[in-house]
Nanobody, 124 residues
């Protein structure tokens, strides 16, 4: 089992920045790809970004390319999502997820473990 705990969400003005963190614990050995997803009220959970175990490969949704950066610290077993130039449409609950293997999947059904989420609200 892998436990994931997100933090860093808060209210921020449009154009501002936030960094989300996801701390992993439990059975964290082995190769796990990590991802961030988000879910706005009344909408489906959607892919934001994913990173490989080594941090050398990344994948982004088109809507966040150039604004968000995913990274990981393999010693701290923590994944980060740096979000810049935030827009009101980025408002959502952001979830961290982990999946066995190296594929940087953008389908939520491919992920094995999920955190509880952290709220990000961007005001206009």
């Amino acid at each position: 089992q892998v436990q994931l705990v997100e933090s860093g969400g808060r209210l921020v003005q449009a154009g501002g920045s936030l960094r989300l963190s996801c701390a992993a614990s439990g059975r964290t050995f082995g190769a796990y790809a990590m991802g961030w997803f988000r879910q706005a009220p009344g909408k489906e959970r959607e892919f934001v970004a994913a990173v490989s175990w080594s941090g050398g490969s990344t994948n982004y949704a088109d809507s966040v390319k150039g604004r968000f950066t995913i990274s990981r610290d393999t010693i701290k077993i923590t994944v980060y999502l740096q979000m810049n130039s935030l827009k009101p449409e980025d408002t959502a609950v952001y979830y961290c997820a982990a999946r066995r293997g190296s594929w940087l999947a953008d389908d939520k059904s491919e992920y094995d473990y999920w955190g509880q989420g952290t709220q990000v609200t961007v005001s206009s």
